[in-house]
């Protein structure tokens, strides 16, 4: 139903979050959700953010959806996180025809690009309005392909992990590090979604483990 995806966006918009995409799983609906481009701000503003203590954007997660499922009738939350077992976001994702795998292998959002972030999935039993989009690598010149400056991430190859983190933590690293991923940033998608070089160091920070 439109009328509920609606209420569902209008209901994460207040705290920062989109809808990504909506899944079928036999009678039930699963609405995945992730970070809007300005969400950052109000997660940034959160007691979980300025704490101190670890895991801030999970336990931010862990408080706001239940939230937005009581405010919108959902019947369960299901997060990317707290596994094994791990729920299939990247399977859901696929199946919701809203985001892709693109050439160098990451998952490529038609709105987000590669800043696409899931913070959870909310479960219905009501019908909800799909939104079915075009791949948005086909019309592009894909400058992803040659933006890593270690070819940790080209076409036709596994992502190499210990070259990136090596290069993370490295002084040549520093642009990567303080201001998000060079491969995520040459999406023009990415770039039209917009995220901010606090978030992306955020994020770097997690990933390193520092």
């Given at each position: 139903m439109v009328a509920l995806l609606q209420t569902i966006e209008d209901t994460c918009r207040i705290r920062g979050l989109t809808v990504l995409g909506v899944v079928a799983e036999g009678e039930k609906r699963i609405a995945l959700v992730g970070l809007r481009a300005d969400g950052w701000e109000k997660f940034a503003a959160s007691a979980e953010?300025?704490?101190?203590?670890?895991?801030?954007?999970?336990?931010?997660?862990?408080?706001?959806?239940?939230?937005?499922a009581t405010e919108t009738g959902a019947l369960d939350v299901r997060y990317p996180f707290g596994g094994p077992p791990y729920e299939p976001f990247i399977r859901w994702s696929f199946d919701s025809?809203?985001?892709?795998?693109?050439?160098?292998?990451?998952?490529?959002?038609?709105?987000?690009?590669?800043?696409?972030?899931?913070?959870?999935?909310?479960?219905?039993?009501?019908?909800?309005?799909?939104?079915?989009?075009?791949?948005?690598?086909?019309?592009?010149?894909?400058?992803?392909?040659?933006?890593?400056?270690?070819?940790?991430?080209?076409?036709?190859?596994?992502?190499?992990?210990?070259?990136?983190?090596?290069?993370?933590?490295?002084?040549?690293?520093?642009?990567?590090?303080?201001?998000g991923c060079l491969v995520r940033r040459a999406c023009p998608v990415s770039q039209a979604f917009g995220r901010s070089a606090e978030q992306s160091a955020f994020h770097m920070r997690s990933f390193l483990g520092v």
């Open positions: 953010y300025r704490d101190g203590a670890a895991n801030p954007l999970d336990r931010w997660s862990l408080r706001v959806l239940p939230e937005i025809g809203e985001t892709f795998s693109s050439p160098v292998g990451m998952l490529v959002h038609h709105r987000a690009g590669f800043w696409i972030s899931f913070r959870g999935a909310l479960v219905f039993d009501a019908e909800i309005d799909r939104k079915i989009a075009s791949h948005p690598c086909v019309p592009c010149d894909r400058p992803c392909e040659i933006a890593c400056p270690v070819g940790a991430l080209a076409p036709e190859q596994d992502y190499d992990v210990p070259s990136c983190k090596s290069h993370l933590a490295s002084p040549e690293g520093n642009e990567c590090r303080d201001a």
